[in-house]
T-cell receptor, first 114, second 112 residues
Framework: SAVISQKPSRDICQRGTSLTIQCQVD?????MFWYRQQPGQSLTLIAT?????????ESGFVIDKFPISRPNLTFSTLTVSNMSPEDSSIYLC???????????FGQGTRLTVV | DQQVKQNSPSLSVQEGRISILNCDYT??????FLWYKKYPAEGPTFLIS?????DKNEDGRFTVFLNKSAKHLSLHIVPSQPGDSAVYFC???????????FGTGTRLKVLA
């Protein structure tokens, strides 16, 4: 299994500002995923981040709003830009090795935009 | 379009009894299924998985059953314990896209 450290664990931000969430893994992993979980909802995939290539975004999510960096095989960041109250959610970093194995999650970042 | 569905948002079970959580999916190309448990303020924790070539996988108190013809899987917890109280997510792995698709979750409450 992989140990994933995600920070911050929570934050309260003013609308119009940006927040960068960091995800650090204790081992090299091929695939990193960023999810959003809105209150009472499922985990929705924002994007897949592979090292050395641009992140691949899911429908409804764009790079200008959620820029992602993946500088190496153990680290990634997700930025939530120009925040509005609708961005209040839990953001989760996840890692997987592909090939039909389980994905592991960080503890999540609870974001509240006021 | 929700490809993975958990139609029961909540379930209450007495301690010691069996908990059965259900999940339906629509994409027959999914070939690997997983269950995760999530406590408040924590990330989801992997619980158990099953390959589409199997119909049952067991790990201690947890058993997952897969019915491919019905596109249905279920998680059985027996005996249920108060510490099992959490939200359980069903997930499907799409080996074509390398993505995990999650259901909406079922909140299990085990009553002491």
């Amino acid at each position: 299994s992989a140990v994933i450290s995600q920070k911050p664990s929570r934050d309260i931000c003013q609308r119009g500002t940006s927040l960068t969430i960091q995800c650090q893994v204790d081992s090299q992993v091929t695939m990193m995923f960023w999810y959003r979980q809105q209150p009472g909802q499922s985990l929705t995939l924002i994007a897949t981040a592979n090292q050395g290539s641009e992140a691949t975004y899911e429908s409804g999510f764009v790079i200008d709003k959620f820029p992602i960096s993946r500088p190496n095989l153990t680290f990634s960041t997700l930025t939530v830009s120009n925040m509005s109250p609708e961005d209040s959610s839990i953001y989760l970093c996840s890692v997987g090795q592909g090939m039909r194995t389980e994905a592991f999650f960080g503890q999540g970042t609870r974001l509240t935009v006021v | 379009d929700q490809q993975v569905k958990q139609n029961s948002p909540s379930l209450s079970v007495q301690e010691g009894r069996i908990s059965i959580l259900n999940c339906d999916y629509t994409n027959s190309m999914f070939d690997y299924f997983l269950w995760y448990k999530k406590y408040p303020a924590e990330g989801p924790t992997f619980l158990i998985s099953i390959s589409s070539i199997k119909d049952k996988n067991e790990d201690g108190r947890f058993t997952v059953f897969l019915n491919k013809s019905a596109k249905h899987l279920s998680l059985h917890i027996v005996p249920s314990q108060p510490g099992d109280s959490a939200v359980y997510f069903c997930a499907a792995y799409d080996s074509g896209t390398y993505k995990y698709i999650f259901g909406t979750g079922t909140r299990l409450k085990v009553l002491a």
